[in-house]
């Protein structure tokens, strides 16, 4: 009975990578080619205005809610205002990115946060 469980499990989790791997493909896809090439500016034509950024050791790092990858509406009470103080959207509507830019404001990293399905 053990090994069901075990079997099952394993093929959840499986399914469940294969998901995510797929989400980070696009956004390889997407952002590898701009890694030293493009600037703060051209990303946010393709990400939108980031969230927040703040300055690292040696780069500025800025996170990035996009919903690039999906086609799900945003609720409207989750939709950030002009109006309203800081941006409380959750996570699980969002694909969070961090983008690393240097001095010039050329991206140099990226990484994945979080990865919704």
Known sequence: MNWR???????VFNVMM???QSRVKKYQGLLEPLVGKASKVEVQKLLGNP????QESRYEK??????????H????????SETSGP????????DVLHLYFDAF???REWEPIVLMQ
Do not use: W
């Open 73 to 80: 509406p945003v609720p409207d009470m989750f939709r950030k």
């Open 105 to 107: 404001h050329i991206l």
């Open 62 to 71: 800025c996170e990035y809610r996009s919903a690039f990858s999906q086609n």
């Open 87 to 94: 941006d409380l959207s959750p996570y699980e509507y969002f």
């Open 18 to 20: 294969g998901c995510t």
């Open 51 to 54: 969230n927040y950024c703040k």
């Open 5 to 11: 469980i075990f079997l099952f499990s394993l093929i």
